[in-house]
């Protein structure tokens, strides 16, 4: 568990402005990125007879990749660049592609159990600094851009 201070990101208190709204963006750029990844996943899917019964595991393969490439490319997904979201580390850092695969392995750990999505929810509502259950852990954060 990461437990260094985060010093190096804006202050919530004194720079409120680059935490304001990013849990409501957060969950706009969700709906993004799985229209996005629905986009990709059925035509690949229905290319083939057998396909149309791995929709399921096509969808979690391609988000799985589409989220570590898009955030390992610039610290955000799709959704969240449309939302004007970066994730930074505790250091105030776009995510390289290791903290990308873990912050993508994070999230997909935490999708796969309804307490923990309303954990993670919780945290990114009422937390200081808006993060998520995988974001505490990593000591990640979410920022507004345009701040």
């Known amino acids: 568990m990461y437990s260094e201070p985060l010093s190096h990101l804006p202050d919530p208190q004194r720079q409120a402005e680059f935490y304001e709204g990013v849990a409501f963006k957060r969950g706009i750029a969700w709906f ?10 059925l035509p690949i899917a229905l290319f083939t007879v057998v396909g149309l019964f791995f929709i399921p595991l096509f969808y979690i393969v391609i988000g799985f990749l589409y989220r570590w490439f898009t955030i390992a490319s610039g610290s955000a997904t799709w959704g969240m660049r449309l939302m004007a979201v970066e994730l930074r580390d505790a250091y105030g ?6 903290q990308a695969l873990l912050h993508t392995a994070g999230y997909s750990i935490t999708m ?10 919780g945290l990114m509502l009422f937390s200081e600094r808006g ?3 995988t974001d505490m852990f990593l000591g990640t954060t979410a920022l507004n851009l345009r701040a």
């Open 131 to 133: 993060q998520s259950l």
């Open 93 to 98: 850092r776009r995510l390289d592609g290791t």
């Open 32 to 41: 993004v990125d799985s229209a996005i990844i629905l986009a990709i996943t």
């Open 112 to 121: 796969t159990t309804v307490i923990l999505q309303i954990i993670s929810i």
